[in-house]
């Protein structure tokens, strides 16, 4: 059964903005996040072990995310300020602890 137009993007901009948003925006996040883990949690190594798995986990939640916005800049615009925020919050917490 082929897909219902009226659901279909006629711009390849927007299917180019959904796409690159969720490759390249969605792996500085998980990434990102992972390493606030690692700042933030008792354990980091622990947190850095298992982030091996965890993070393409993350890494295809936040492939998927961009298709469910009707427009690809909007997405691309809320993954700069997620990044924007996580890494704030990674800049933070290695002020507070430079060592690890």
Known sequence: MP???????????QQFAKISAGILGGYPISALFHMCLSLWLPNPKEVLITSIFTLFIVW????????LF??????????????????????LGNQNNPFI
């Open 3 to 13: 897909a219902n137009r009226k659901y279909l993007h006629k711009s390849s901009w």
């Open 60 to 67: 295809c939640v936040f492939l998927i995310l961009p298709f």
């Open 70 to 91: 009707k427009n690809g800049w909007k997405a691309w615009g809320v993954y700069l300020l997620l990044i924007l925020v996580l890494f704030g919050i990674y800049y």
